[in-house]
């Protein structure tokens, strides 16, 4: 489980707003680090930290629209909340698209931006919380043997053992050995549990192979 405590990251040239939201947001009780610039950011940021992203759309060099596509291509995706004073509507759109969950027009009221970033925080904590469960299911699916894997996708999609043994061109005897391996190494209690585990981890499945929840 990660403890590092969540940081509000604020990116905006503009050296006054810069001071007056850091004050809000530290008064408010959380983590503030300040970037005058994206090149700034991305020279000291440590991509995984928890936290939120405050963006200004208008950056020198790169601009914040531009950030938010190169911070897109991390593992480790940061929430962004865009702050501008030039925004319009097919801005906003781009924005939202790409994934920013909110934005937000200058000057911003502290009514406005807290709520914001507490929103932001709470959705990259399940974020988190969800990406540390999948990132568990794939490990386990590391350490199958290539024929375990492939008897674990041919499984989810609801093929019988004599199938799979067809497919792969070995005994039913065999599978039955592979199949009880992949339960034991997923440690999967049931073949429902199995599908669940193998669709969280992105193993595609067919609707009648998933099963109740």
């Given amino acids: ?15 006054f707003v810069r001071k007056a939201l850091g004050r809000l947001l530290k ?16 020279e000291r940021y440590r991509p995984g930290t928890p936290g939120c992203l405050l963006l200004d759309v208008e950056l020198p060099n790169v601009n914040g629209l531009e950030l938010q596509e190169q911070v897109a291509t ?5 929430p962004i909340i865009f702050i ?10 781009r924005a ?3 994934g920013a969950l909110d934005f937000l027009v200058k000057p911003v009221r502290a009514e406005t931006l807290l709520p914001a970033v507490a929103r932001a925080l709470a ?10 469960q999948v990132k568990g299911i794939r490990e386990r699916i590391h350490r199958l043997t290539e024929r375990e894997r492939e008897v674990l996708g041919l499984v989810v999609t609801g093929l019988l053992n004599k199938q799979i043994a067809a497919e792969l061109g070995t005994s039913e005897k065999t599978i039955k050995v ?3 391996r992949v339960m034991e190494k997923m440690a ?3 073949l429902a549990d199995l599908v669940r585990l193998a669709g969280r981890a992105g193993i595609g499945i067919t609707p009648a192979a998933a099963g109740p929840c």
């Fill in 123 to 132: 959705w990259d904590s399940k974020a988190r919380d969800t990406w540390g």
């Fill in 74 to 78: 991390q593992e480790c995706f940061v």
């Fill in 178 to 180: 592979h199949r009880g």
């Fill in 84 to 93: 501008t004073a030039h925004g319009d509507i097919p801005m906003s759109v």
């Fill in 96 to 98: 939202m698209r790409a």
């Fill in 27 to 42: 008064a408010a009780g959380y983590l503030v680090e300040l970037f005058a610039s994206a090149a700034e950011f991305q």
């Fill in 188 to 190: 999967a209690e049931s």
């Fill in 1 to 15: 489980m990660n403890t590092t405590p969540a940081t509000v990251f604020l990116v905006d040239d503009d050296a």
